[in-house]
């Protein structure tokens, strides 16, 4: 409830901001009209209280406006995301899709066609960063809060488990994850100082 509170009022606040960037109309259905061809939303699984809000939010513009409402699939979206930036990629290729909730190898055959070759078993890897960034004080989102921090640690000060599975290229990230909580715990319980750029390092070595 609390996500899709959050992201209803992200929601709003960027209508607003369309409007604002262009003063000459009064309503953000006068916006999109006049700069929207069409409308995408969300396909395939993601935190379902955000994406409910989006998709209504969607749904109800491309309703006000008379545009069409495209659903693109979250995970090939990413992996498209990147001929935006590298317009010279073609197929065949190998990607890693590292969003959110998501952590997957994926061969990408063709432009419609794709292989997940391996895939997190538990948490995906922005899961496990932002958990030990919250133990870490650090904020959120953990990504690049702890990378930011690791470039002043020591890589090799912890021994973290590894994130690879054994026989396969699929990975798990709860176990370092905890590895990580369990460390700080037994450190505070203890009155034992500890660097925090130190365990940063440690971490995401044990994750890349």
Known sequence: ???????????????????????????????????????????ARAQHGALLVGVSAAKAIAYAVKKPLIAVHHIRGHIMANFIAHPALEPPFVCL???????HIVHVKDYTAFEVLGRTCDDA?????????RVLGLGYPGGPLIDKLAKEGDSSAVQFPRVKMEHALDFSF???????????????QAGQPYNKADIAASFQAAVV
């Open 174 to 188: 709860s176990g370092v994850k905890t590895a990580v909580i369990n460390y700080l715990h037994k450190l505070e």
């Open 1 to 43: 409830m609390f996500v899709s509170k959050q992201h209803d009022q992200a929601v709003e606040a960027e209508r607003d901001a369309a409007v604002r960037r262009r003063p000459q109309f009064e309503r953000v259905d006068e916006v999109a009209e006049l700069l929207l061809d069409l409308l995408v939303r969300q396909a």
């Open 97 to 103: 899709v590292a969003s959110g909730g998501h952590s």
């Open 125 to 133: 890897a922005g899961e496990a960063y932002d958990k030990v960034a």
